[in-house]
C-alpha cells in the first residue's frame, strides 16, 4: 500500500501523486501533482515542480513566504476533502464500526449505499492487503464516481462498486456463507436483513447507521426476526479540545490552572449532563443553545484565565525563566451534533 511505503520512507513525491495539501485541521484540499502545475491558496502561489523529489510530510513554502504540509492521502484525511455527492460517514462513526465490526487484513465486507465512498475507503484500507470490500449502490452516476476516486487514492484493487438495488433485490446469491462483515447506510435497512443473515458467516456482524430512531426500532425488529442475537445501538458525540502551552510563573498560579482545566472538562457551559441521551429534535435546540452559551462562555472564561495565574510568557517560544510550563486544554466552542445511530448485531451461530 503507498501509505505503508510512504512511512517506511521509501517514496518520494512523484509527478502524478495524490497529496493532500494541508494549511490547518480546518483547510485542506486533495491536489494531484502535475510537473509545471501550480497551487494557490490565500498564501499565495506554490509551484508543484518544487514538490517533487520532498519527502511526503514536508513543509512548503509558497512565493509569498507562506507555507503548507504535503500529506499522504490516508482514509482519515480523504473523508475530510473527498467530494460529497451524498451525505457522508465521518471519521468518529467510522472508527467505531471499523472496530465493532472486526474488521482486519483478510476480511470480505459487504456494504450498501456506496454513497460518496467515505467509509468504503477505510473499511478497504483496514481490510487490505488480502481482504475486499464488495460495495453496492443503486445510482450509476455515483457508483462510477465512487470508482474513479478509489482509483485516484490507489485502493480499487481491493473494491468492487456493483451497481444494485439491494432494498429491492437484496445481495446476491453468490456471496452466501462467505461474508465476514455487513454495513448498511441506506433508507430502508430492515428490508436488507434476510439478505444479509443470508450472506454472513455463523457468528459474524452487521451494522446499520440510521439517522432516525423509528429506522432504528424497524431495523431492531427485523434483526429479531431474522437469526441476529447481541443487539446493540449507539450513537456517538465527539468534543473536540484546543490543547496549547502556557507558562505560569508560581506553583499558586500552576494549581489555579490545573483546578480550571478539570472544571472545564467536567462541567462546561452550557454542555449536557454526559448521562442524558437526547432525541434528535432536542439535539438542535441544544447545539444552537450550547454555540450561543459556549461562545459567551468563552469570552468570560478567557478573562478569568488571562486574570488567573502570573502569566509571563505565552506558547512555544521561549520559557520565561524561573516559570512553569503545563499544557492546558480546554473544550472548542461548537461541539459535533448528532449524525445517527449504529445498529450493531452478530448473526446466531
Ligand atoms: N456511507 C456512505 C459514505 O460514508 O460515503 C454514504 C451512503 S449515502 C448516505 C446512501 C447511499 O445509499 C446513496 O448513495 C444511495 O444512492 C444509496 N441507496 C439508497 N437506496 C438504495 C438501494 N435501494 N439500493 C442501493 N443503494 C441505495
Known sequence: LLEDTIRKGDKLIQDGDLLIVYESHKQMKAVTVSKGGEFQNRYGLFAHNDWIGKPFGSKVTGKKGGFVHLLAPSPQLWTLVLTHRTQILYIMDISFVLAYLEVRPGCVVMESGTGSGSLTTALARAAAPTGHIYSFDFHEQRAEAARKDFERIGLSNFITVTVRDTQGEGFPEEFANEVD??????????????????????????????????????????????????????????????????????DIGLDIVNNEIEDATLHTPGSSPPHKRLCPTEMKTTSAEEKTTSNKSEVSGKDNWMKKGPKKGRGRGEQPQGSKCSIVARPEAEAKGHTGYLTFARRAV
Do not use: N
Not at 245 to 250: D, H, I, K, P
Open 181 to 250: 462483515a455487513v454495513f448498511l447506510d441506506l433508507p430502508q435497512p430492515w428490508l436488507v436483513i434476510p439478505s444479509v443473515a443470508k450472506s454472513l458467516r455463523a457468528d459474524s456482524p452487521v451494522c446499520s447507521f440510521s439517522p432516525c430512531m423509528e429506522q432504528v426500532q424497524r431495523t431492531c425488529e427485523a434483526l429479531t426476526t431474522t437469526e441476529f442475537r447481541d443487539l446493540r445501538t449507539f450513537e456517538v458525540l465527539v468534543r473536540t479540545y484546543e490543547t496549547h502551552e502556557e507558562y505560569f510563573g508560581t
